[in-house]
């Protein structure tokens, strides 16, 4: 085992609850003050001080190399990037900063003078009366950028600096795995629809975002039609039910599954999973985000309360009741053949590997489950009082002080026998680095 300070903590300056760790765990950032003034380290070297930074804004690139954040100073805001300021607005959307998929692009939305904009890589693009809020996107190969946008009384996408057609309001944009295609839902008249490589489909009260495949050929989204919800799936209309929640599309893009409500007659929610049209079982309720397909499309989980208890589903098949599971710590292996979670054992918590339990801790760290590349190991970090560490197969690392910022940071593999993850010990913060032998 290697460790190597990657920074050293004035622990009387900084504001712990802005530390963030880059995507690949090597590197951190986080904000100190100095005086009235505040600035950002970035792995122990510290940037311009200013005013004040938003400690929301704070985000590494996909390929962790580069980092941004919004900063004030004089009563302006600014984005910085790679330790350069860009030019001051009234106001920045601190949610609103974007790299591209290949890190080489940012971008984000900004006010001036009571309009706004959006700003790619430094360039101002076109001011409107309002940037819809959660809509910049970037496309899977960083080519397109689109937003939506509001002038007088019509919404419409901006796609690469081109308007689109205009219509009373617009939802969130969709690209391909490949890039090449475009959906969207839209409002006119009253009614919602789907715009599909700029063709409109069919009217209906309400229409979610619509997603593709990853064939790039399937388009499927959930509608509102007489007070009834189902599924859109390449332009057929699935069974009707009282609510149609969260809705995906298996890696092979050969299988469909969605979260469904169907009210029985004395008016209880029972709630399940509809997997290729065939319903499965029903349930109190059903956490929509733990639902997913393995990667060989095979297997689909999720998490669902029945009474007072939660569960894992894996294939039709309960497992155990527990108090809890974190649903966001569901997780198949790379091969398919495991799935594994963190469940409440009583007043502990363990990791839970094809039903069985693992070594119960104080806490399993919020940072989720690792797999190896070739899935025969598994990784997280637990808690024992106010310790925290590495458990790699079963093994427990050396034990580092407990911290609430790095609970995000996951265990990383390497490679199948190599790891790494990060680590605070007094006034160090360490990449800690392991192999097995």
Known sequence: MSEKTISQVDLSSWR????????????????????????????????????????????????????????????????????????QYDRIWKNSLRFSPDSKQLAYCAVLDKKQLVVLNGSEGQIYDRIIDGTLVFSPDSRQVAYGAESGAQAFFVINSNEEKQYDNVGTLSFSADSSRIAYNAKLNENWFAVVDGNEEKQYYSVGSPIFGADNKRVAYRVESGRRWFVVVDGNEGERYDYVDRLIISADSKRIAYVAR???????????????????????????????????SKQVTYVANDGDKKLVVVNGKKQKKYSVVW???????????????????????????????????????????????????????????????AVVDGKEGTHYDDNDELRGVSVVFDSDNA???????????????????
Request: charge should be neutral; charged fraction near 35%; hydrophobic fraction near 30%.
């Open 262 to 296: 169907l009210d029985d007659k004395d008016y209880r929610e029972r709630w399940f999973v509809v997997i290729d049209e065939k319903e499965d079982k029903k349930f109190d309720s059903i956490s929509s985000s733990s639902l997913r397909f393995s990667a060989d």
């Open 16 to 87: 712990k609850e802005t530390l963030r760790a880059s995507p690949n765990s090597q590197h951190v950032a986080y904000v100190v003050r100095r005086g009235e003034k505040q600035s950002m380290i970035v792995d122990g070297s510290e940037e311009k001080p200013f005013d004040n930074i938003d400690r929301d804004s704070i985000l590494f690139s996909p390929d962790s190399r580069r980092l941004a954040y919004t900063a004030h100073l004089g009563g302006k805001k600014f984005v910085v990037v790679d330790g350069k300021e860009e030019k």
């Open 419 to 437: 790891y790494h993850y990060l680590a605070i010990s007094g006034e160090n913060i360490y990449v800690v680095e392991d192999q097995i032998k």
């Open 327 to 389: 649903s966001d710590t569901l997780i198949f292996s790379p091969d398919s053949k495991r799935v594994a979670y963190v469940a409440t054992v009583g007043d502990e918590q363990s990791v839970v590997v094809n039903g069985k339990e693992q070594k119960k801790y104080d806490s399993i760290v919020e940072c989720g489950i690792s797999f190896s590349p070739d899935s025969k190991r598994i990784a997280y970090q637990a808690r024992i009082r106010r310790k925290c560490f």
